[in-house]
C-alpha cells in the first residue's frame, strides 16, 4: 500500500490525545480553552495535511510512513482511502470551530479534555479500515459522552441502554459474520444484530430516544460533536456495505426514509431549540444513511456529498444555536425573540446553514439533493417523493426556528449580544465552505463520485451486488479508471508505488490493463483461481468477462 | 458578420451584473460592515442600467439578425460522464425570456429608485436591498434558464426573498407569522416544482428543456413526453404555479403578503413574482398542450380563482389587499389564456398587467392625498354611497359577500384539512416519545420544558 509522505494520520491521533491528557490535570477554564484550541487547530492541520497529501497521491487508500500503530498492533490500523480523507479535516473542523466558540458562559461547564479525547478516538475511527478496530473504537467513543452526564448528574438510563445495545449487537454481529467468512453472502439472521447496531447508533425510528436524550442532557457542544460527525454512517460503510446484501441494504434505507420523513415532521411541532435541532439533524443523517444504502452509483455519490454537506451546515447550525444558547440560556420556540437586531451575523448564518442543510439552490447541499433525489427515484419512484417532502418540511421547519429565535420583537438588552471576532471567524469559514462548495461543486461531487465507485466495487468483490446492471456498469468504470485518473498506484511504477506487491504484477498487467478496478485489490483467493485474462471476479462463483480494452492497453506500460 | 460574440458578451452582462449586485450588497452586510444607503441605491442603478441596456440589446440583435433562439451556455457545473448526468448552467435568450428579463429589469429599477427614498433612514434600509437583490437575480435567473435546474435554482431565490420580505418589519408577529405561511406555500410549490424537474429529466434523461421540447424556439416547441407522463408532470406544474401565483386554492398567502413593505408588495406580488407561476406554464407550454386534460385543469383553475379574486377584490376593507386580489383575477384570466393555448396573449397579458398593478401599488399609500387633491379638484366631497342594487341583495348575495370577505376560507381551509391533522399527529408522536424516555429514564426525562435561561447567560453575568 502507498505511504503518505507525513505521519499525518498519527499525528491527528495523537496531538489531541496528548491534549486531552495535558488539560486532563484541570486548570483554569480559559488556560484551557487557549490550550484547546492550540490542539484543535493543530489537529486540524494534521488532518488537512492527510487529506492534500493523499490527493498528491492519486490512490485509493494510503497509510501513514513511520507507523507507531502497526508495530503496537501488528498490522496497518490507520489507514486513509476516499471515503475517509475529506471526512478527517472535516470532524478536525467541527473540533475546532466548537472550541472556538466556546464562551466564558460555556467554559465552565465543557471539558475541553474529554473534548480532546473524544476528538482523538474520532480521528482514529475515520482512519481505520479494520472492522474489529472500527467496533471498539466506536465501543469507546460512547464513553466520553456517558462520563459527562454522569458528573452532570442527569439521567444516563436512556443513552446507556442504547449504547450498550449498539456496543453489544455490534460486536455480536461482527463475530457472526466472521463465523460464516468476510467475503460471502450473508443470511438475514447472521446481518441482523450488526444492521440493529447501525440503526440504533444512526438514530433510525424507533431507536432514536437516545440522541434526543443525550441533546436534553449532554452539554450542546458534546452532543453535537457526537452526532454531526455522523459515525453511525461510517460504521455502515466499514461494516455493512462491503458484504451485505441488496435486500440488506434496502431494508436500512427504507427505515431510514422514514426516520428523515419523521424526524422532519417533529422537528416541526418542537418547543425547544436543542431538541429541534437533534431532529433536524436526524432527519438530514437518515437521508445519508438512505443514499448510502440505495448503493448505486448516483445514489452513493449523492450521500457521500449529503454526509460532507450536512457536516458542515449544520455543524454550523448547531454551533449557532450554541453560540446564543451563550447567551441567553436554554432558547423555547414556543415564542419569539427577536435577536435579530442583537446578533445580526449570527442570525444571517443561521438562516444561511439551515437552508444550506435542506439543498438550497447555491448552497453546498444542493447538487447533492438533486443526486440523491434522482438516484431514489431510480430504486423506488416513493422515495423520491418522500426525501423531497422531508426536504420541504424541513425547510420550513427551518425557517420557523429562524424567525422564532430572531424576529417576531425587539429584544432590549443591557450589554451587546453581537457576534464576537472569534464566532464570526468560525462563521465566516463555514459560510466560504458552504458557498464555495456550493458554486463549485465539481470538484467535490467528482471526489465522492469515485469514492462511491471504489465502494461499490468492493462491494463487487465480496459478491453481495446482484443487480447485473450495476456490475456491468462498475466494470466499465473499472475500464475507463485507468483512462482518466493516472491512478499511480495501478499503472505498475515503481517509483510511485514502492510497494512490490503490486509492482509490475504480471497478473493485474496481464487483465489488459484492469487497474483501479475490481482486480487490483482482491483477496489472495481471487489470484488463486487465475482467472483467464480479461476476468472479473465479482464474487462467489459469477465471472463477468471484461474483454481488454485496446486503448487501455495501449496506455499502459508493460 | 460573425454575431456570436455580442450576444454572449451581452448575455453575460445581462446575467451577470445582478449577480455582482447580490455578491456586493451581501457581503458586507454578512460581516457587519454594511454599505451607506447612497452607495446601496447607485450600485442598484448601476446594476439595473447595465442589465436592462444589455437584454434591450440583446432584443434588438436578435430583431436584426432574424435570431429567435440565443443560447448562452456557460459550461457544465457538475457533470459525472460513467453516470451521464449532467448540470449544465445555459442561458436562453427567446420571445418568452427576452420580454420577461426587460420586464424584470425595468420594474426593478422602477422600484429601487422609489424604495431608495421611501425607506430613507429606515432600520430595515440594507436588508431590503440585499433580499431586493436576491430577488432581482432569482427573477433574471428564472426568466433566462435553459434547464430545470437553473429554472429551480432563480425560482427558489425568488421564494426566499418573497418570503423574508414579507417578514421585513420583523419586530411585530403578524408579518413574521405572514412570512413564514408564505414560505411554508412556496416550500410546498417547491417540492411540486422538483419532483417535475427529477421526473422529467428521469422520464427523458434530459435537463435542458429546450430539447426537452424539441429544438423549435418558443412557442413552437412540441414534447416528447406520451400522453399520460404529460399528464403526470403538468399537475405537478400546475401544483408548483399554483403556490407561486397564488392560485386557488393557495390564494391566501397573497393578502398575508401584504404585510411587506410597499415597495416589496408592488414588485413581487403585483408584478413579478406573482406571475412567475404562469410565467413556468409558459415555459412548459408544450407538456401543457400534451394532454387534453391538463388543459382543461389549466383553464378551470385560471377561470376559477379569477371568479373566486374578483369576488374578493369587491369586498376587502383595505387598498392593498384589494389590490391584490385584483392582481390575482388578472393573474387568473392569464392562466386560463395560457390553457387555451394563447400563448403570446398571456405574455402579453402579463407585461401590461404587471406594470399598471406596479403603478398602482406605488400610489396606494398616497390614496388619501389623490382623493383630497379630487376633491380640491371638483370643489366638493367624493360620493361614499354605494349604488341602491348593491345594498339590496337576497341571501345568495350575503353568502357570497360573507364568503368573499373571508376570502373563501381557502386558508382555514387549508389549515384544518392539511397543516392540522400534520401537526396534531406529530404532536401526538411526540407525547409517546415523551412517555417512552421517562419510562426508561425512570422518571422525567425533558427538563427543558420548564428551564428556563440558565442563570449564568450573557446578560445575568453582566
Known sequence: ?558 | MNWDPWFLSLGLATVIAPTVLTIVLSLPALISRPLGEGTIARLTQVSVVVGLVSSIAILALMLFTGSRDVPIDLGTWVHLEEQDFHFSVLFRFDRLSVPFAILTFVLCGTISAFASKYLHREPGYVRFFVLFSFFQLGMIIASLAATIETLFAGWELVGLSSALLVAFFQERVSPVRNGLRVWAVYRVADAAFLVAAVALHHMTGKGDFFKLMGETPWPDGTTALASNQAFFVGILLLIAAAGKSALVPFSGWLPRAMEGPTPSSAVFYGALSVHLGAFLLLRFSPIIEAAVATRVLTVALGLGTALFATSAARVQTDIKTALSFASLTQVGLIVAEIGFGLYYIALIHIIGHACLRTLQLLRAPSLLRDYHSLENAIGGQLSTERPEEERTGVWLSHVWYRWAFDRGLLDAGLQRVFVDPFLSMFRLFDRWERKWTDTLSGGESRESDRVSAHIDSLEDLA
Not at chain 1, 380 to 389: E, R
Not at chain 1, 499 to 508: A, C, F, L, R, T
Open chain 1, 1 to 558: 500500500m502507498i505511504e503518505l509522505h507525513i505521519p499525518w494520520l498519527e499525528l491527528a491521533v495523537l496531538l489531541p490525545a496528548l491534549g486531552a491528557l495535558l488539560l486532563g490535570r484541570g486548570g483554569r477554564p480559559e488556560v484551557n480553552w487557549y490550550r484547546s484550541v492550540w490542539f484543535n487547530g493543530l489537529t486540524l492541520v494534521c488532518a488537512t495535511g492527510a487529506w492534500w497529501d493523499f490527493g498528491t497521491l492519486h490512490t485509493w487508500e494510503a497509510h501513514d510512513r513511520w507507523s507507531v500503530f502497526s508495530t503496537v498492533f501488528g498490522h496497518e490500523m490507520l489507514v486513509i482511502d476516499e471515503l475517509s480523507a475529506p471526512l478527517l479535516p472535516l470532524a478536525a473542523l467541527l473540533y475546532l470551530l466548537t472550541t472556538l466558540t466556546t464562551l466564558r458562559t460555556k467554559q465552565r461547564r465543557f471539558s475541553f479534555s474529554w473534548n480532546l479525547l473524544s476528538e482523538s478516538i474520532l480521528m482514529a475511527t475515520l482512519a481505520c479500515k479494520d472492522p474489529w478496530g472500527v467496533i471498539a473504537l466506536l465501543t469507546l467513543a460512547t464513553l466520553p459522552p456517558a462520563i459527562e452526564l454522569r458528573a452532570r448528574g442527569r439521567s444516563l438510563r436512556v443513552y446507556a441502554l442504547h449504547m450498550g445495545l449498539f456496543v453489544a449487537l455490534m460486536i455480536i454481529g461482527y463475530a457472526m459474520v466472521e463465523r460464516a467468512g468476510r467475503d460471502a453472502v450473508h443470511s438475514a439472521w447472521a446481518m441482523a444484530p450488526l444492521i440493529a447496531a447501525v440503526l440504533i447508533r444512526s438514530g433510525v425510528v424507533p431507536l432514536h430516544c437516545w440522541m434526543t436524550d443525550l441533546f436534553e442532557n449532554a452539554t450542546f457542544g458534546t452532543a453535537l460533536l457526537f452526532v454531526t460527525p455522523m459515525t453511525g454512517a461510517y460504521a455502515a460503510m466499514r461494516l455493512i456495505m462491503p458484504i451485505a446484501p441488496d435486500w440488506a441494504l434496502q431494508s436500512i434505507a427504507v427505515l431510514s426514509l422514514l426516520t428523515s420523513v419523521y424526524a422532519a415532521g417533529m422537528a416541526m411541532v418542537q418547543h425547544e431549540a436543542r431538541r429541534f435541532f437533534c431532529y433536524l439533524l436526524l432527519s438530514h443523517a437518515s437521508l445519508v444513511l438512505v443514499g448510502l444504502e440505495l448503493a448505486t452509483p448516483i445514489g452513493l455519490t449523492g450521500a457521500l456529498s449529503i454526509w460532507l454537506s450536512v457536516g458542515l451546515s449544520l455543524g454550523g447550525f448547531g454551533l449557532t444555536l450554541r453560540c446564543m444558547e451563550s447567551r441567553t440560556g436554554r432558547l423555547t420556540l414556543d415564542g419569539f425573540h427577536g435577536y435579530a437586531e442583537q446578533a445580526p451575523v449570527l442570525a444571517s448564518f443561521f438562516l444561511l446553514t439551515g437552508l444550506a442543510s435542506v439543498g438550497f439552490p447555491g448552497t453546498i447541499g444542493f447538487i447533492a439533493i438533486e443526486l440523491m433525489v434522482e438516484s431514489a427515484l431510480d430504486v423506488f419512484p416513493v422515495a423520491g417523493l418522500a426525501v423531497i417532502i422531508a426536504a420541504a418540511i424541513n425547510g420550513i421547519a427551518v425557517v420557523n426556528a429562524f424567525f422564532r429565535i430572531f424576529t417576531g420583537t425587539r429584544h432590549i438588552t443591557t450589554i451587546s449580544l453581537g457576534s464576537r471576532p472569534r464566532e464570526r471567524f468560525a462563521v465566516l469559514t463555514l459560510t466560504l465552505l458552504i458557498l464555495g462548495g456550493g458554486l463549485y461543486p465539481q470538484p467535490g461531487i467528482h471526489s465522492r463520485h469515485h469514492a462511491a465507485m471504489k465502494l461499490l466495487e468492493e462491494r463487487a468483490q465480496s459478491g453481495a451486488i446482484t443487480d447485473e446492471s450495476l456490475k456491468r456498469e462498475l466494470s466499465g468504470e473499472h475500464d475507463g479508471d485507468t483512462e482518466d485518473d493516472g491512478d499511480p498506484e495501478h499503472d505498475g511504477d515503481p517509483e510511485h508505488d514502492g510497494d512490490p506487491e503490486h509492482d509490475g504484477d504480471p497478473g493485474q498487467d496481464g487483465a489488459g490493463g484492469q487497474e483501479g478496478g475490481l482486480e487490483q485489490e482482491v483477496a489472495p483467493g481471487i489470484e488463486d483461481n487465475a482467472e483467464p485474462s480479461g476476468a472479473v471476479r465479482l464474487g462467489g462463483d459469477e465471472v463477468i468477462s471484461v474483454p481488454p480494452t485496446t486503448g487501455v492497453s495501449e496506455d499502459t506500460p508493460n
